[in-house]
């Protein structure tokens, strides 16, 4: 529900600015998200842990599902040890882990099915018109305490559709870019 918000800290890290440029891709970000996931497996560890019903195990879903994703994160862990960077390695894989931790989240949640459908409705819905009213103001809408960035049709980087002599500022939502944004909406 929270991955849609871009609430985040960034970390400025030694050697970030090497062409003079904030670059995205090697910077180290703090989500929002990522706190409640800790927190989340902190309550799924403590419910477990003083649940008196014999029914409340941790399981691990598909075993074959669960193998395949243990052993991509295991890959990834690997594979970070001949990367260039070191630290954007290990933050990159520390964002695999995390989905390792969803996924198991997700199996044992004791939230129906339906439940979680209906608040990923909600967001998606609430995300739909966010970017509607994006596209229709051609600018931001001040939402910045949900993550959303900062857009003007002017500006330079902002995803635009160039149409004739007329440009349209493309929506982003709260989102980062519009493909992003897109790629959200398409999976909602």
Not at 63 to 87: C, H, P, Q, T, Y
Not at 138 to 151: A, K
Not at 171 to 179: E, K, L, M
Request: proline letters at 3%; glycine letters at 8%.
């Amino acid at each position: 529900i929270f991955v849609p918000f871009q609430i985040k800290l960034f970390f400025q890290v030694t050697d970030l600015y090497q062409s003079g440029q904030l670059n995205l891709y090697t910077s180290f970000f703090l989500y929002l998200s990522d706190i409640l996931l800790v927190l989340a497996l902190i309550f799924l560890g403590l419910s477990l842990l003083f649940d008196r019903e014999p029914a409340a195990v941790f399981g691990f879903g598909d075993k074959r599902l669960f193998a395949l994703l243990l052993g991509f994160v295991f890959l990834i862990e690997v594979s970070s040890f001949w990367a260039f960077d070191s630290f954007q390695a290990f933050m990159t894989m520390i964002r695999f882990v995390e989905f390792l931790v969803f996924y198991l989240l997700v199996i044992n949640t004791r939230c129906s099915l339906r439940f979680l459908v209906k608040l990923l409705l909600f967001v998606v819905t609430f995300q739909a018109l966010i970017g509607i009213f994006q596209y229709i103001f051609q600018s931001s809408l001040g939402l910045s305490f949900f993550g959303e960035p900062f857009l003007k049709i002017d500006l330079p980087g902002i995803a635009k559709v160039d149409l004739g002599a007329m440009k349209f500022l493309r929506s982003y939502g709260t989102f980062a870019h519009p493909n992003i944004f897109g790629g959200f909406l398409v999976f909602g």
